[in-house]
């Protein structure tokens, strides 16, 4: 499984490949068998309010104070809910075609081969940058991998 697959499972589903996952292997193994970082494969977890217990080797319901974290959630989403709506409703209305996805050649093949490349400074400081907010569940050599192969199909039997 990939971090996409993984990603687009439903929060029970998750829980459940996680859980299965975590019984026989540390999480540091499946942040290499997924490509991703932990805090990625656990975010949606831990927003569902699932917490990992080291005890019995899965994610269980945190049983905190939750009575007064609705109420305060509830009252928050009552005071916000106009600018609750127009978000959702520009996301939606938002071209989706910008969406960053990795060729699952790129996720399968593993191999790497170390190259010197000079950069523009201003522009590889753009890169890392928008690497850093939006993209950090991707592996940084996986996304400059994406970037050639979408040039090399963009201009391959192009003549200048």
Known sequence: MVIE???????????KWLNKQRATKKLKVIEVELGAKAYVIEKPIKS???KYDNNLKRYILHQGDN?????????????????IKSLVHKEESMDMSNELTIDKLILSNRVYKSKGLKVQED????????????????????????ALLEFCQRYEGKSG
Do not use: C, M, P, W
């Open 123 to 146: 522009v590889y400081a753009r890169f890392v940058e928008l690497y850093k907010q939006q993209y950090q569940q991707y592996k940084l050599q996986d996304i400059i991998s994406q």
């Open 48 to 50: 569902a309010g699932y």
């Open 5 to 15: 697959e993984f990603l687009s499972l439903d929060i029970e589903g998750q829980l």
């Open 67 to 83: 009575g007064q974290n609705e109420n305060e959630t509830l009252s928050f989403l009552e005071q916000h809910l106009t600018t």
